[in-house]
C-alpha cells in the first residue's frame, strides 16, 4: 500500500503506508525517544500534529496497552524509518494501525525531515495512505489550520469531572489532555484527585474543596486555554497551584508572562535541564509553545533551564505557593531522574 507524506513548502516523499486507507493533515513534529512509541502516540499533547520518530526502528516490542497514557492514539499519523513486522509481543503496530483505523507511513527518511525542521522549523503536513499523488498532499497540507489557531482541549479533556479517591490531600485537577502516569504519581503520594475539565469554573471546583490546583499538560497552544487561565488567576494566592507542560504555560499566563511558538520545539525523553542548583536531570518533554522567562513578574524565580537552548524549564514563586515544571517528570516514557523529586515536592508543599 503506497503512502505519501506532503509538506506545505511544496516537497513530498512516498513511502510504504499501514494502517487504513485515508488522510489527515496537521503540524508535522519530530520526537527523539528510542523507546516508549505507544507511550507518545497515547500522549494528548500530541493531539493537531502528525509524529515523526527519529530513531530508525519502531515497533519491535509490539503494542503494550500498559503503558499506554490514554485510551487512544491521539496523533494524527505516524511517520517512521522502519516498523517492525516481527515483534517480541504482538499485536504488531502494524495490526494495531490496521485494527483501529490509524494512519502511518514507513519507508521515509526520517533524518533528513528531522534536519530540515530544524533548520527551517516546524511545518504543517498531509499524510495520505493508499496514495502517491504528492500534489495532492502538499494542497491538503497548505490547507490545514495552524496549530495556534485551534482550541483542542475539548477533544482530550474528560468531559465530565471524576475522583480518582486516595487517604492524603485533596487536589484539584484541571484536565487539558493529563496523561495517565501522572496521575498514578500523584496517587502514589496518596493524593485524592478531583479530576475536572478543561472549562471548569472556580465555583464548580470549590465543590470538593480542594487544598492544592494541579494543571495538567495539554496539546496546542496554551492562549486557547482560557478557561484554565481564568481559574488559575482566581486561586493564586489562595492555594498551591502546580503545573507540568501546558500547566506550566497556562500558570505562567495567569500571572502575566508571555509565551511564544518555538521553532521545532522539544519532545523525547532526553532532553537536558539544569535545576537553579546546577544538577543536570535527563527528562521526557513534549511542547512547542514554551515561557518567556524575562515577562514573568516579580517574585516569580526561574527554577529550570534547557541545557541545549537555554529556554524556561520551570518556576516557582514561594510567596504565592507556586510551583511549575515544562518538562514531564511523571517518566513515561522516559528517565526516572525528576519522578521523586518534583512529584515529592510539589505533594508536601501542600499544608
Known sequence: MKAVLGLEDGEFVV???FGVEGSCSGELVFTTQMTGYMEALTDPSYQGQILMFTFPLIGNYGVDHHNFQSPTVHSLGCVTREVCT???????LIDFFEQNGLYGITGVDTRRLTIKTREHGTMRAALIVGSDDGEEAVKMARTAPDIAAQDLFPQVSCKEPFHIPGPG??????????????????????????VYPYNATPAEIDRCDPEAIFITNGPGDPKQAKDAIAAVKHYLGELPVFGICMGNQVTALALGAETYKMKFGH?????PVRHMNGSIYITTQNHGFAVDGDTL???CRIAYENVNDGTLEGFRDDDLDVLCVQFHPEAHGGPHDTERPIFDLMYRRIA
Open 15 to 17: 513511502g510504504e503506508g
Open 86 to 92: 516481527h515483534p517480541t509481543v504482538k499485536p504488531s
Open 169 to 194: 490531600k485533596r487536589i484539584a485537577v484541571i484536565d487539558l489532555g493529563i496523561k495517565k502516569n501522572i496521575a498514578v504519581s500523584l496517587q502514589k503520594r496518596g493524593a485524592d484527585l478531583y
Open 267 to 271: 519532545r523525547g525523553s532526553n532532553q
Open 297 to 299: 513578574p516579580e517574585g
